[in-house]
C-alpha cells in the first residue's frame, strides 16, 4: 500500500511551507488560500495516514487472531482424530470385555435360575412330606377318637353290667332277709 507523504517535521499545521509568516507580495489573499488549502490537506493526510496506520494494526492483530485460532483448530481436530484413533484401537479389546460381561452375567443368571429351581423342588418335597405327616396325625386322631368311643361303650357297659350285679346282689341280700 502507498502512504502518503507525512508534514515536514517542524511544521505547523496550518502554517504555510517555506519561509516565515509574513507576506511578501502584495496578493496574499490568493497566497493565504492556497496556504489554508495546503494546510486542509496536510492535516486530511495526516489523519488518513494515522487512520490507515491503526487500521493496518488491527489488521495485523487480526490475522495473528485467526493464526491463533487455526491453531487451536487444527490442535482440535489433531486431538479428535487422536481420540478417535484411540477408541479404535481400544474397540476391539472393549467389546471383548463387554462380550465377558455379558457371558459372566448370563451365567450368573442360569446358576440362579437352577438356584431357584432347586429351591422350588426342595419346598415341593417339604409340602409333600408335610402333607403326609398331616394324613398320619389325622388318622392317629381318628384311631384314638374310635379308641376313646369304645372305651368310653366298655366303660358304660361295665357301668350298667355293675349296676344290674350291685342291683340283683341287693335284691338276694334283701330278699333272704325278708
Not at 493565504?32 to 488491527?58: H, K, N, T, Y
Not at 448370563?106 to 417339604?126: C, G, P
Amino acid at each position: 500500500a502507498r502512504q502518503p507523504p507525512l508534514p515536514q517535521r517542524g511544521a505547523v499545521r496550518g502554517a504555510p511551507r517555506g519561509g516565515g509568516g509574513a507576506r511578501q507580495d502584495g496578493g496574499g489573499g490568493q497566497q493565504l488560500g492556497e496556504q489554508r488549502e495546503e494546510a486542509c490537506e496536510l492535516d486530511s493526510l495526516a489523519a488518513v495516514a494515522d487512520m490507515q496506520a491503526r487500521v493496518e494494526e488491527r489488521a495485523s492483530r487480526l490475522r495473528k487472531d485467526l493464526e491463533t485460532l487455526a491453531e487451536r483448530k487444527r490442535d482440535m481436530l489433531l486431538e479428535g482424530v487422536e481420540a478417535h484413533e484411540d477408541l479404535q484401537r481400544r474397540e476391539p479389546a472393549l467389546r471383548k470385555r463387554a462380550a465377558a460381561a455379558i457371558k459372566q452375567v448370563r451365567s450368573v443368571a442360569h446358576a440362579a435360575h437352577a438356584d431357584y429351581a432347586a429351591a422350588l423342588q426342595e419346598i415341593d418335597l417339604q409340602l409333600a412330606l408335610l402333607a403326609r405327616v398331616r394324613e398320619g396325625a389325622e388318622a392317629q386322631q381318628r384311631e384314638q377318637e374310635a379308641l376313646q368311643q369304645r372305651c368310653v361303650e366298655a366303660l358304660a357297659c361295665w357301668a350298667a353290667e355293675a349296676r344290674r350285679a350291685e342291683r340283683d346282689r341287693r335284691e338276694r341280700h334283701f330278699g333272704e332277709a325278708a
